[in-house]
């Protein structure tokens, strides 16, 4: 294990897939524990703050769901949903529940280890954040305030929802979000809006950032995909 290593937390009743994939992250230096279901992750839980959480749905008593939602109701860890269903229900049910990824087993390892590593970036950026001030491309973003200060003092003034995708963009450097994902962080969004109105914003950030959108400093955009946060923070 690598010093300083992120901690994953694994939740897995199956002890073959346990076994193996603690042993193939433990092999990319990270700190691995693993736990057979629910009260044995309470446990852990209860006595550690790890960075990643990757639960099976299906386990015996409380199930990855009711986990997920327990957890996200008390932090921002990062938590990765496996299942050896197809279908998109528990999908869909697990990403409104707060997960933040979802694999189908047999999943492939090196996809889970991308994966793996995406979510740890994120929550790299989430430990940035709660320290309320991030910089990025020579503005200070002040998250407690809800404001955010140009390298020469003017006020970069943000709406409610304006402030809201910038701080999932700020959370999520460097990944790719799609529409529908960036609109669901809009808390007052309409019944029936159109995910076109994420295109508005984008825009309505770039005119504010002074972010060209042929050549972006800060929101790029990933053609067919999505917008991606492309300024390191500081």
Known sequence: ??????????IED???TRTALAGYLESFGYR????AGAEAAERVLAQENPDLLIVDINLAGKDGLEITREQRARSEVGIILLSG?????????????????YVCK?????ELLARVKNLLRRTA??????????QFAGFTFDTSARHVTAADGRQIQLTRAEYELLRAFVLNPGIVMNRDRLLSTITHRQNGTSTRTVDVMIK?????FSDDPRVPRIFGTSHGEGYVFTAPLA
């Open 204 to 208: 309505r950030l770039r005119l504010k």
């Open 32 to 35: 691995v524990s693993v736990c």
């Open 14 to 16: 199956d002890s073959v």
């Open 1 to 10: 294990m690598t010093p300083g290593a992120a901690h994953i937390v694994v």
């Open 125 to 134: 950026a989430m430990r940035q954040f709660s320290r309320r001030v991030v």
């Open 85 to 101: 269903r197809t279908d998109d229900v528990d999908r869909i049910v697990g990403l409104e529940l707060g997960a933040d990824d």
């Open 106 to 110: 047999p999943f492939n390892r090196r």
